[in-house]
C-alpha cells in the first residue's frame, strides 16, 4: 500500500509539473492574438501561439495533437523508461549498448561537486577543466537533464585566454562559472558534416526525428524529420525556442525544404537560404541519410521496450551521431504538417490514450 501511494503522489507530482510546464509556454511564447482567441484556443488544449501556427480552426483541429495531450499525456508513454531517456547520460549508455555513436561524457556536477566519467581527461575541478581545454579539448556543457537548448555552452581555450559561446573569456570567469555548475554534464563536442558546418558554424546543427511503433505490423516507423540550424541569435544552439531555424526533411529523399522560424507566431517567414550566411538551404539532399533513417529504425526495433522517442541527430563526416533522446518531444513541427493526417500515427495515440 504504502508504494501505491508512493506512485500516486510522484504521478501527481508530474502531472503538476507538466501543467506548470504547459502555463509556463505560454507565457514565455506571448502572441498578439484577442483575449477571446486565447480562450477558444485553451479550450480546445492549445497555447495561443501554436493556434496561430497551425492556423487553427473548427474545421481543421481535429487533425492536430493538442498542447495539452504533449504535456500531460505523451510523457506517460514510455512508462517505467521515460526517466533513462530524460537522463543524457543513462540514455547515452543504452544507445552504446546498440552499437550507436554517441557523445562521450566526461564529468557530471552536482551539488558543486565534479564526478569524473572515464579516464580520457581528469575532471574533478574547474582547474581540471581549464586544463583540458588547453590541452586542445573543446566542450559541450549542457544540463544533466531537459531540453530546449537552455543552458547549453561550447567551452575551449584559445591563445592565454578561453572562449565560450563565442565569447572571449578569462581564466578567472571561467573558473567562477564552472564552480556555480550543478546538475550539468560535460561532454564531447561533435564535429558535425562540412555541409551544416558550412550552412551556419557556430552551432551544432541538428536533425530532430520522430519514432513510433506500429502496432499491427509489429514494426517501428518514422513520423517525422526535421532539419534545425542555429542563427545568430541562438549561438551556440540550432533550438527554434531560442531563436534558431528548422525544415521539413523528405523522408523518402532527405531534401531539405523551406526553413521557417519558430519563436513568435507573427514573425514566421520561410526563408530558401540560410537567414544569416546566406546559404542554400532548400532543395539540399541529406548526406547518409538512407543510413540514418535506416540505421534509428534498427535500433528502434531492438528497443522496443521505449516506443516513442524523439531523437536529436548530428550527421557526420562518418554517418551520425545521437546526442539525445527525448521522451515527450515537442510537436512543433505540426506548422508543416499536422501529425493526425497519418492513421498509424492516430493510432499510436489512441492507444496510449493521448488522443
Not at 76 to 95: E, H, Q, T, V, Y
Not at 235 to 257: A, I, K, R
Request: charged content about 25%; some cysteine.
Amino acid at each position: 500500500m504504502a508504494d501505491g501511494s508512493a506512485a500516486r503522489v510522484y504521478a501527481h507530482g508530474t502531472a503538476l509539473r507538466m501543467f506548470l510546464r504547459l502555463v509556463q509556454y505560454e507565457l514565455k511564447a506571448p502572441c498578439n492574438v484577442s483575449l477571446r482567441r486565447k480562450l477558444w484556443a485553451w479550450r480546445r488544449g492549445f497555447v495561443s501561439i501554436s493556434a496561430e501556427r497551425y492556423r487553427l480552426t473548427d474545421e481543421n483541429l481535429s487533425l492536430y495533437v493538442s498542447d495539452w495531450a504533449r504535456f500531460m499525456r505523451t510523457p506517460r508513454i514510455n512508462g517505467r523508461f521515460a526517466p533513462a531517456l530524460n537522463n543524457k547520460i543513462a540514455f547515452s549508455r543504452i544507445l552504446a549498448g546498440y552499437g550507436c555513436d554517441v557523445p562521450e561524457y566526461y564529468c557530471l556536477v552536482r551539488d558543486g561537486v565534479m564526478y569524473q566519467i572515464g579516464d580520457r581527461y581528469r575532471m574533478q575541478t574547474p582547474d581540471d577543466v581549464l586544463e583540458a581545454c588547453r590541452s586542445g579539448g573543446r566542450f559541450v556543457l549542457k544540463p544533466s537533464g531537459g531540453g530546449g537548448g537552455v543552458n547549453v555552452s561550447v567551452l575551449s581555450a584559445e591563445g592565454r585566454g578561453f572562449v565560450m559561446n563565442g565569447q572571449e573569456r578569462s581564466e578567472e570567469e571561467m573558473r567562477t562559472f564552472l564552480g556555480g555548475l550543478d546538475e550539468a554534464t560535460i561532454c564531447e563536442h561533435i564535429q558535425q558534416h562540412e555541409y551544416a558546418h558550412t550552412i551556419f558554424p557556430h552551432s551544432a546543427n541538428s536533425l530532430r526525428v520522430l519514432t513510433m511503433w506500429d502496432y499491427e505490423e509489429h514494426e517501428p516507423f518514422i513520423v517525422y524529420a526535421v532539419h534545425r540550424f542555429g542563427t545568430h541569435a541562438s549561438v551556440p544552439v540550432d533550438n527554434s525556442s531560442q531563436g534558431g531555424v528548422f525544415c521539413h526533411v523528405d523522408l523518402p529523399t532527405g531534401e531539405l525544404g523551406e526553413l521557417l522560424t519558430g519563436r513568435v507566431a507573427e514573425e514566421r517567414r520561410c526563408y530558401e537560404r540560410h537567414p544569416d550566411t546566406g546559404e542554400q538551404v532548400a532543395g539540399m539532399r541529406l548526406p547518409h541519410w538512407d543510413f540514418v533513417k535506416t540505421r534509428i529504425v534498427e535500433i528502434c526495433r531492438e528497443m522496443a521496450y521505449i516506443p516513442y522517442i524523439g531523437w536529436d541527430v548530428v550527421i557526420t563526416p562518418q554517418g551520425f551521431t545521437v546526442f539525445e533522446g527525448n521522451s515527450y518531444p515537442s510537436l512543433s513541427p505540426q506548422v508543416i504538417e499536422p501529425l493526425l493526417v497519418d492513421p498509424r500515427v492516430r493510432t499510436f495515440y489512441e492507444r496510449f490514450n493521448v488522443i
